[in-house]
Structures are given as C-alpha cells and as structure tokens.
C-alpha cells in the first residue's frame, strides 16, 4: 500500500512538471478568441441544474455551443465539417436532452446540454440539398425523435437513438423544404416543392399514415417565407406578387390569397415571415405571426378561419417575439431610437396593457445596428414574484446581446466571418510629434526654436522616469476578453485611455478587420481588445464565384505626420449591387469628411481594383476603380493627376471564371472618354475543361534582401524576380476509359503568368491530384498544397525561380524586355495532415529567413522553415551542398511539436492567415482568423536583434566600469614607464 502511495506521489509530481514548461509565457505575447457565428436556432436551458443560466445556440458555421448567461464565455462548443456534412438544420432541447439534425437529416446526434458530451448518432437516408424538419414527441418528457428527410419520415428513441419506426412519404424525393408540427395524437407535415405543389401528411405516433394529400402551389420558391400556425394553418409571404398564402390544413386544397396592401403594410426586400417561439406548456406554434416589414417595422399578424389581419403594426421596433408564461401570452417589442438608447417593452396580447416589470431600456450605440430577434425567458422573482425576463438580441451585425437586470454584455460574433485584414502602425508620441513639428517648421524665430526643442527634451526626460517607475511596478498582464461587457466599461477605458502610441519596437499596432456583416473594427494587437467599431448596414461582400471578399487598402500609414493615417473599404451595396466605398481613420476609426457615415455608393459595378505606388502631394496612395464600362474612375480625385502622369506604366488584368479567360489592360488617358482600360492580351484557360480556382499575386510590402543564392562553389545563383507574376491555378476532370471502367481522374494546373505581357513564364500540370489548391508565392518561389489522389495524402510542392549565374538586369525589371525564360527548380513534399490554408511570414527589411505559417485541420498552427520546402535538397551530400547548408532531401515533411505556435489552445475553421512587419526586423506578427482567432509573434532566424530576457546588465555593466577603470590605470602606468624611459 505504501509502494503504491508513492507511485501516485511521483506520477503527480512529474505531471505537475510537465503542465509548468514554459507556462510563464504562455499569453504573453498571444491571444486567442473563440466565436460561434451568426445564430440560427436558439434554445434557453432550462435543465433543473441550469435553469436559465445557459442558452443553446447553432449557427451557419456548423456550430452547436453552449453559452453561460452570465458573462457570454463558451461553456462547450462542437465544430462539425465545413462542407454541407457539417451543416446544423435542426436544434431540438427539452429537460438536459439535446438533439440536433445535420446535413439534410442524414445524421441525428443527442447530446447532454449540460456538457455537451453526445450520447448516440443516427446515420438517416437523406439527400443534402434537402431541409429536414424535426419535433420531439412525449408527455412529460422526450420520448421520441421525429425527423422529415428526402426520404421518409423516421422516430427515434430519445435515449439511444434507436429506430422505432420509419413511413415513406408522397413526392418526398422532390421535396426542399419540410415543416413539421407536433399535435395531440399525430404529426403534421408540410413539404414545399418550388415552383410545383405542397405535400401535405398527417402521420399518427405509432407510425400509420393518416392522410396525404398534394396542393398545387407554381408561385412557391425555396427562398419563400413558410411556417405553420396553430394545429391547421399554413401561412407563406409570396414576395414577387406581395400576397400572403394561407392554407387551412383541415380542408382546404387551394390556398386563400390576401395581397399586403390590403393590410396596410408596405413591403420592402427586407419582407418576411419570422417563426416565433414555441409556448412553454403545449409546445405547439402560436397563431400569431411575425412579420418584418422592413429592417426597422415589424407586424404582428393573427390568423382567424381563412382571414390574416394586423394584430398590432410596430413600424419603429426592429424586433418582436410573442411568448407564453402562465397561460398569458406576451408581446416583446425592441425599439433603438435616434438617441442610441434600446427600449424593451411588454404587452399583454389579450388585454393590451402593458407589463411595466418587463420594461428595460439600455445605451445602445449606432455600431451594433438593429435588433433583428429577440428570444426571452420570463420567469418569477423569486423575492416578490413580480415578472422579471432574460433576453437575448440577435443582431443584424451578427452580434448577440445579453439582457438581465444589471448584466449587459455582447459577443461579436461577425469577427467568425473576417473578409480582410490589415495592421496598421500605431503613430508616434507625443514627444516625438514635437520633433517631427520642429522639422517641418518654417518658423525663422532661433530663439522661438531653442526654446521649444529645451521643453521638448524636458518632456522626453519627465516621460523616461515615468517609464523606470512604471517598470518597478511590474508587469500587468493583460487577457483578450471574448466579448464586451459593461461592468467592465471602465476597465477599458482606463486601459485605451493610454496613448495609443507606438511601442520601442513597433510590436503593438492596430488590426483593422472588415466582416461580411458589413461591420468594421479596430483591435488592439497586444491585447485583443475592441477600441472602436463601425456597422455599416447597406454594405456587404462581392460574391464572385461562391467566394465573399472585399477589399481593405491603407492609403497613407502614420509616418507622414501631420496627415492623419487613412484607410479605405470596398464592397457592394446590398440595395444596388454598385460598388460602395468607406475611407475612415484607422487609429480612431472615424470615417474621412467626404464620405458619409453608412459609405458612400459609388455609383456603378466594381470589376477590378487597384492600389497605386506613388503618393499625391498629401503623401496619399490612390485607388484606381475600373468599372463595367472599364472607365477608370479614382479615389480620391486629387490623384487623378498622379494617374495622368504614371498611365504608360499603370497595367491591370481581370479573370472570368465563367469564361475561363484572362484579360490584360493598360491604362490610357483621352481628353474626350477620360481615362479607359484598354485590353491588351486574352488568356484562354479552357472553361469547357476546367475551372480557375486561384490568382495570386506577390505581396507590394514584400522587401527582398538577397538578390540571389550564394552557392558551395562560392558562385552566385541569382533570384528571379518578377514583380508583375502572378499564379493561376485550375481544376478539372480528364473523362473516365470505358475499356479500363475507370471514373474522371482529377488534374489541376499551375500557370505563372507574367500580368503585363500575358507571357506564361511556366506551366505544369498534376494529374490524379485535386484541391483545395492553396497557394503563396513571394519573392523567386511558390508553394502549394493538393491532395495526392493516386497515394491519397497531402502534398506540398515548391517552386523556385532563378535566372542563372548572371544577371540581366541588376537595377531594374521591365515586362517588355525580361530575361531569359527562368530556371524553374521544382520538388514535391508528403504533409502528414490536412492543411486549411497557408501563409508567409514577412518582415520590415527582408533580412530574416522565411517561414510557413500552416493552419493545419488538427487545430494548430505550424511555423515550418522555408529551408525545410528548398528544391535544391539533395539526395546524396556532396561537399558544396555541405558547405552551402542545404539540408539532404526526405520525402516527409517532419512536424515538430514545439514549432506549433498555438500549443495546446486548438483553433478551427481557419479562412486565412495575415502577417506583418514588427520595428524588430527578426519578429514577424501572426493573426490567424476564422471560427476562432490567434494572434501572436514568430521570429524565424529567432531575436538575433533583441537582447535574452535573461541578459546580466549588472554583471556587463560592472565589467565595463573596472575595464575603463584599469585602461585608465595602465594608461597613467605607461605614460610614467615611457616618461622613465625618456630620461635614461
């Protein structure tokens, strides 16, 4: 007994050793914050464990999760697949039970709610474009599990998920979209084919077809707004004729029309129907509906036999839900009015009075937009059993808000759908704007000027104390919160009250994300906090081919001073589809004079954009925008002289995925037409055959230090350094043999095309291969990932790009006279594990050795030497290789634990990976974002440049001292021993 308490005493020993490596960093210079995305179901615990302290949310992002209604932190969260498998259609809860419907209704999962472990799995026959409907069946407790596929509808046990029963159903085959209700003694189904008819089926417990029956519907669409109402009401919003279809379920075989109009409600893009929460005692759906007017008016409508009639019209509330407590069913309205506050407001449904316990109001600032859903939990005070609520808001910004008695806080959850990112500097301090003010004064005062360059030093001294006492103080470690909320309001500001200044090394700088949600941030990067934030609700993301993205440029970057730093968006406007502008601050996040607060619509379609080189007299870097009439509008319009002048050496390209062809264009500048885009050469890419999946293009604050490659033999190997190349890859399907019974075999291509010329410097074509092809290319090489169909694994490939052993140009490149076609190194590489996407590291001079920074789908992030991917590894050593230090070639790709820079803090999902410059040239900052983001620092050729944490000063400091000491010591002893020897 006693040999068997020690052995527990020394494995906890070793284990608490191990836990304690290197945790003194650990958040130091990182961060990590995890997101949902935007909620699609909601459900408010209401286990006896967790009774209103806990809601269930499931989200676009393939997302189920539980959130503690305390302070908005993930008390669990499941990440399911990216593609449609991982899809959530469904969310059902009651009791601690949870069930959820993915994929079309081709998987069942239950889970505990309270810790999110699952406790079976059902694989169902289904089809993935179909929408699946599921209710839960029992007394007092879930018993069943109904779910509608593509294919039947099937009940499964609560418990385990075993397969009771399963009932085919009419025309299910053609079916997008199942709505499903639960009723006393069967279930109701309601199946919509678009653009043909609606099933109906009625469908007992036990699992005998009742009834089943078609209504022709040719006006339905799968974007259609449908719910059903009560035990026998099918309500649908039509929006091309702007009518309600209702259909009473019981009788009926045609549905009744009812235009808007003759309501009294004016309809917008913006119409629909919103399902409301079920009622807390029966489960079954309300009579009453929901229905946005517009993004700020909402309807409350009221099914009566065959008549639709407006309950109550809400035309300044964003948000209403009815809700039953105690047999009373309650309307909640939200309303933000021009002053910044939100009003909450409760009304009795039957009597109309108003229920003042319920009333809540709150500052809500203009960046979070409108609510668009509010979800509540009314309950009874325990103290004075007067009506008290929780409230969620979900908002049109994808945020969610958190409303109970003094607790008030928000996630933002648009960041899960970062669309571009760029960091900025911070500017310099106060201090040393003073001096970049004397260097720009033509003040011929001297006296004026000495005078102010003494209180300037004063200053720099009285800020140098400051700092050793702040010093002595110790460090305040700072944690990157994962939402906002008030209570800690002066806590942040306290913190961003500190001068948003530049650090010594330039290691703290501000991260401008754009979101999909049309909203705009500004992050600290130390920290992870949120300094400012801007929603802009007409703006959204270009689509072109299933891919959203907008464009983020900085213009002008704080070292211009006085002229304040400038950044500029590009998306499209949601009502228009022009391209719509936003130039703002990034430091303070405040939007230009000439632009307007929502941004400014352009006025025509964006096909191409463009950052220029030169600045104006205002050191300000132009856009050029060309349109669908390839005029070539810029911003701002002070640079159109700067335009003029460049225009010989301005080139610009456009691909066209449903073409399959690349066009390139110069610019030319006609006093008549203005200034045009005129097409120099055509690329066809062969559509017929295969897709374009990448253009990708070398980084413009991408430094080269070397221009080549000293070689063993002390040769030099000189870098081909094209700054106009781009990569293009696509994708396709060579046809199956008949002979051999074979499928399509999968190919991609990689094309390097020279963007001025439209010259293909390289082509190389990969069969039996496919993608996600994910590309990077700086300086002389490109690196991409595929999957290896024929050893079925990942693979990584390398590029290299070198012009010889002498250099054609040394000071410059031209497209129109280019060397000799390139000396093209290429090798493949076995990746042990899936990969997201990748990245380069990048750094201020270009001095540093590379690095990959590789999102890999395990949930880290690997930092791999570029070394590591050389094409010119050897096989066999030789003594140049030796002497060169190329490492000999393995076909594996090593992963080094301890180069994962996230260590044990997973992340998922990643969309992509931006780096920048520090002021130190050996630090290179990482922001991974997705589902989840990571920021923290890399130092590839590690801090050659820095110091050690662990320097002795002291023990420099006092070696100095006694060697100045005895050089002064001995130079007395010698000038005395030459004096002596003077004198013999």
């Not at 259909?247 to 003759?262: G, V, W």
């Not at 039953?324 to 449904?349: K, R, W």
């Not at 201020?844 to 791999?864: D, H």
């Not at 000999?888 to 634990?897: A, H």
Request: charged letters at 20%; a negative charge.
């Amino acid at each position: 007994m006693a040999a068997t308490w020690l052995y527990v005493v020394c494995f906890a020993h070793l284990i608490l050793q191990i836990c304690a490596t290197y945790e003194d960093q650990a958040g130091k210079f990182d961060w990590k914050q995890s997101y949902v995305g935007r909620v699609e179901h909601l459900h408010w615990d209401q286990s006896a464990a967790y009774s209103g302290k806990r809601f269930l949310v499931a989200t676009d992002k393939h997302v189920i999760a539980s959130i503690h209604a305390h302070n908005g932190s993930l008390v669990w969260r499941k990440v399911f697949e990216q593609s449609v498998r991982g899809r959530v259609d469904c969310l059902l809860h009651q009791g601690n039970l949870l069930f959820s419907v993915h994929s079309g209704g081709s998987l069942v999962r239950g889970w505990y709610s309270g810790s999110g472990n699952m406790m079976w799995e059902v694989m169902l026959q289904s089809h993935l474009s179909t929408k699946p409907s599921a209710v839960l069946v029992g007394k007092n407790k879930a018993e069943k599990v109904i779910v509608a596929t593509a294919h039947g509808l099937y009940a499964l046990q609560s418990n385990d998920g075993k397969r009771l029963w399963d009932v085919d159903l009419l025309h299910s085959d053609t079916v997008a979209h199942w709505f499903m209700v639960n009723r006393d003694h069967d279930v109701l189904l309601v199946g919509v084919s678009p653009g043909s008819k609606v099933t109906v089926v009625k469908v007992d417990h036990e699992g005998k077809k009742v009834t089943e029956y078609l209504v022709p519907a040719m006006w339905i669409t799968e974007k259609t707004s449908c719910l059903i109402l009560g035990q026998s009401h099918f309500l649908c919003y039509e929006d091309a004729s702007l009518r309600f279809q209702l259909l009473q379920l019981r009788e009926d075989k045609l549905f009744a029309s009812t235009p808007l109009q003759s309501l009294g409600l004016k309809p917008t893009t913006d119409s629909s129907l919103q399902q409301g929460l079920p009622r807390s005692n029966t489960l079954e759906p309300l009579l009453e509906a929901v229905f946005r007017v517009a993004r700020d008016h909402v309807a409350v409508l009221q099914i009566s036999e065959s008549n639709i009639k407006v309950l109550r019209d809400l035309p300044e509330s964003s948000a209403a839900q009815i809700v039953t407590y105690d047999d009373m069913d309650i309307l909640q309205t939200v309303q933000v009015n021009g002053s910044e506050f939100l009003t909450i407001s409760a009304y009795n449904l039957k009597t109309e009075e108003e229920l003042v316990d319920l009333v809540q109001t709150h500052s809500f600032p203009h960046s979070y937009g409108l609510p668009q859903e509010i979800f509540s939990l009314v309950f009874a005070r325990k103290k004075d059993h007067r009506l008290g609520c929780k409230i969620v808001l979900l908002g049109e910004d994808f945020c969610i808000h958190y409303k109970s008695g003094k607790s008030w806080w928000h996630r933002e959850e648009s960041l899960a759908y970062i669309s571009a990112v760029e960091m900025v500097d911070l500017p310099v301090s106060e201090n040393q704007a003073k001096f970049e003010d004397e260097f720009g004064s033509r003040e011929g005062d001297v006296a004026a000027m000495f005078y102010k360059r003494i209180l300037t030093q004063l200053s720099q001294l009285q800020t140098f104390f400051e700092n050793i006492i702040h010093k002595l103080q110790g460090p305040r470690h700072q944690h990157a919160p994962m939402m906002d909320d008030d209570e800690d309001v002066d806590d942040e500001e306290d913190e961003d009250d500190e001068d948003l200044t530049r650090d010594e090394f330039n290691l703290h700088k501000i991260i401008v994300v754009v979101t999909e949600a049309g909203k705009i941030f500004g992050i600290r990067s130390h920290t992870g906090r949120i300094i400012w934030r801007q929603y802009l609700p007409d703006l959204c993301p270009f689509d072109r081919y299933g891919r959203h993205k907008m464009l983020l440029y900085v213009q002008r970057t704080t070292a211009h001073f006085p002229h304040p730093p400038q950044c500029v968006v590009l998306g499209k406007n949601k009502k228009t589809g022009n391209g719509m502008l936003y130039a703002f601050d990034p430091i303070a996040g405040t939007p230009e004079a000439d632009i307007f607060p929502g941004g400014m619509d352009i006025g025509f379609e964006v096909f191409q954009l463009a950052l220029m080189s030169e600045v104006n007299e205002e050191f300000l870097k132009g856009l050029i925008i060309v349109g669908n009439d390839l005029k070539i509008r810029t911003y701002p319009e002070s640079v159109k002289s700067v335009v003029k002048k460049l225009a010989p050496k301005l080139f610009l390209h456009l691909t066209n995925v449903d073409t399959g062809t690349m066009t390139g264009y110069r610019v030319l500048v006609n006093d008549h037409e203005g200034i045009k885009a005129d097409p120099m050469w055509n690329i066809d890419l062969q559509e017929q055959y295969q897709k374009v999946t990448n253009v990708i293009s070398k980084r413009v604050d991408e430094h080269v230090h070397s221009q080549g490659r000293v070689l063993g033999d002390r040769s030099v190997l000189y870098k081909y350094l094209n700054p106009n190349l781009v990569v293009v890859t696509t994708e396709g399907e060579e046809p199956g043999s008949a002979q051999s019974h074979k499928g399509p075999v999968n190919y991609f291509n990689v094309y390097l095309i020279d963007a001025v010329t439209g010259h293909i410097v390289f082509h190389l074509n990969h069969k039996r291969a496919k993608g996600p092809v994910v590309v990077v290319h700086s300086e002389n090489w490109v690196v991409y990932s595929f999957i290896n169909e024929k050893h079925r694994r990942p693979e990584i490939a390398v590029l290299e790009m070198f012009e010889g052993k002498e250099q054609s140009n040394s000071t410059a490149f031209t497209s129109f006279s280019p060397p000799p076609q390139p000396l093209i190194l290429r090798q493949s590489y076995i990746f042990p594990l899936p990969i997201y996407t990748i990245a380069a590291t990048i750094t201020e001079k270009g001095i540093t050795s590379k690095n990959l920074i590789i999102a890999l789908k395990v949930g880290g992030l690997l930092s791999l030497p570029k070394a590591l991917l050389d094409p010119r590894r050897p096989v066999i050593p030789t003594q140049e290789t030796m002497e060169e230090g190329t490492i000999p070639y393995i076909p594996e790709i090593p992963i080094n634990t301890e180069a994962i820079l996230n260590y044990n803090q997973s992340v998922f999902n990643i969309d992509g990976i931006h780096t920048a410059p520090a002021g130190l040239e050996s630090t290179s900052l990482v922001l991974a974002y997705g589902i989840d983001l990571y920021y923290c620092q890399v130092t590839p050729s590690k801090m050659f440049d820095v110091l050690k944490e662990d320097f002795d000063f002291f023990f420099i400091g006092l070696v100095l001292v006694l060697m100045i000491i005895v050089s002064v010591v001995s130079q007395k002893f010698a000038a005395r021993k030459a004096l002596n020897r003077a004198w013999k």
